[in-house]
């Protein structure tokens, strides 16, 4: 009987025509999802793993306006969602495997249908940058985790090494504090580079240990990770750090992977859009961290997304 | 009927979305919360080899992540 409903279910999505296809749904996503439904739009946002994307892992944001006390990044999604769908646009959690974006009419292919659509926007965000050293991937999920907020539990009164110093990296580091006081950072460049709050606040942690100028070459262990064997740049010094849990936070690449054929990217794979959020490609916007910009934030994506669904109600005005 | 534990985070999107999908295919699961539970956190580890979240186990079986074909397929669903 399920299976007979589901057939049922991906024949309607093939048969239909959207207006806009929204690939992604994290803040850009989302946010054009509003705008477009406003505007009267049939939009479908398709996402791959859970609404809110990178925002979902973090447990607090505190500098998304309107919130003066902080919103969970889960929560904020879902609140998004809701307002989305409030305004019609649907929202399916699929994986998007490929794109054919230069005709008229844009195909956007799942693993078992096809969505047509007059426009695109694209908004699948970007994914942790994995981290370069012996290793890293012998003990991914053995001692090395891109989410201290998903499984930081498992490392209570454990050695820490939280690889980076940027925002993320710093806010993962305060919230392990109620772990775990074994709390080291290394982080490549020689000076912190996080909200400057953000900098405060760890360093009020007296035993959490800062190796600033420092490069990972190895991670150790038998069967999980038992030490870290770091560069200290400078001074050309090897030092081991013993530690049970290495938490990268290293920076993101943008997920763009699925339709670099036909778009222009930049050099290190960002999509490149001009100041309307347009592509190369006629009816294709990109919005949020997987476009080329200066400053990726929660805010920012979500600005994004209002203007690329702007964009795309003029641009299907004029056709 | 397929016995489901989710061994999981309060603060994990991903555990959020297993058990956001086991529920909307209205399939029974406990819900084992590692962060106070320290004795479900080994025996977690112990189950699955590695110490991330979540670990979906389906009769005996173990997920390590959200793995929704495996899921859908040690389910029987489609």
């Known amino acids: 009987m399920l299976q007979l409903k589901m057939k049922k279910q991906e024949e309607k999505l093939s048969e239909k025509m959207y207006d806009l296809v929204i690939i992604g749904g994290g803040p850009a996503g989302l946010t054009a999802g509003i705008y477009a439904g406003r505007a009267r739009l049939k939009t479908l946002i398709i996402e791959e793993m859970i609404a809110g994307g990178q925002s979902a892992t973090t447990e607090l944001l505190e500098n998304y306006p309107g919130f003066k006390d902080g919103v969970g990044g889960v929560e904020l999604a879902m609140i998004m969602e809701e307002q989305a769908k409030k305004f019609n646009t649907e929202v399916i959690y699929d994986r998007v495997v490929s794109a054919s974006l230069l005709g008229e009419t844009k195909e956007v292919h799942l693993a078992s249908s096809t969505i047509k659509a007059k426009a695109v926007i694209i908004a699948s965000g970007a994914v942790p940058r994995k981290l370069k050293a012996d290793g890293a991937e012998k003990f991914h999920g053995k001692g090395i985790s891109y989410c201290a907020t998903c499984d930081g539990a498992l490392f209570r009164d454990k050695r820490i090494v939280i690889v980076g110093a940027g925002n993320s990296a710093i806010e993962e580091g305060i919230f392990m504090q109620r772990f775990t006081k074994d709390i080291t950072f290394v982080q490549d460049l020689p000076y912190l580079t996080a909200e400057k709050i953000l900098q405060e606040r760890i360093k009020s942690y007296p035993e959490t240990k800062f190796y600033l100028g420092t490069v990972i070459k190895k991670v150790n262990g038998s069967d999980k990770v038992e030490s870290v064997t770091a560069n200290i740049s400078k001074e050309n010094k090897e030092i081991e750090i013993p530690a049970d849990g290495v938490f990268v936070y290293i920076g993101y690449t943008p997920k763009a992977d699925f339709v670099s054929k036909e778009i222009n990217l930049d050099s290190q794979g960002y999509i490149i859009t001009d100041e309307n959020l347009k592509t190369n490609i006629d009816g294709v916007f990109a919005a949020g961290d997987v476009r080329v910009k200066e400053f990726r934030q929660v805010v920012t994506a979500a600005s994004d997304g209002a203007i690329a669904a702007h964009s795309v109600e003029k641009y299907l005005e004029n056709k | ?78």
């Open chain 2, 1 to 78: 009927m397929a016995v489901v534990k989710v061994y999981s985070t309060p603060t994990c999107p991903w555990c959020v979305r297993a058990k956001q999908y086991l529920a909307s295919k209205n399939i029974p699961y406990t819900d084992i919360n590692v962060a106070v539970d320290r004795n479900a956190a080994m025996e977690m580890v112990k189950k699955s080899g590695q110490q991330g979240v979540p670990v979906i186990e389906i009769d005996g079986n173990i997920i390590v992540g959200f793995d929704q074909a495996r899921i859908d397929s040690l389910l029987g669903i489609a």
